[in-house]
């Protein structure tokens, strides 16, 4: 069998690896909300850009 280091530098290996696939999931679920919220700003302003164009033309 391996000595006591290696079987702890083996699972530290590990350890990191479950975390950084972990963090990166993480950051890609907090991006995609980020972008889904600006992206309903973004709507919400053309939207009302376009009532307002449509008011103008109506008072025309």
């Known amino acids: 069998m391996f000595p006591l280091w290696v ?3 083996i699972g530290g ?3 990191s690896a479950v975390m ?3 963090a990166a999931y993480l ?3 907090v991006e995609k ?4 919220e600006h992206g309903q700003t973004y709507i919400k302003r053309m ?3 376009k009532r307002k164009r449509l008011l103008y ?4």
Not at 33 to 36: D, L, Q, T, V
């Open 20 to 22: 950084m696939v972990r």
């Open 47 to 49: 939207v009302e850009e």
């Open 13 to 15: 290996i590990a350890v």
């Open 27 to 29: 950051d890609k679920k």
């Open 33 to 36: 909300e980020w972008i889904e």
């Open 57 to 60: 033309r109506e008072e025309e």
């Open 7 to 9: 079987d702890l530098t």
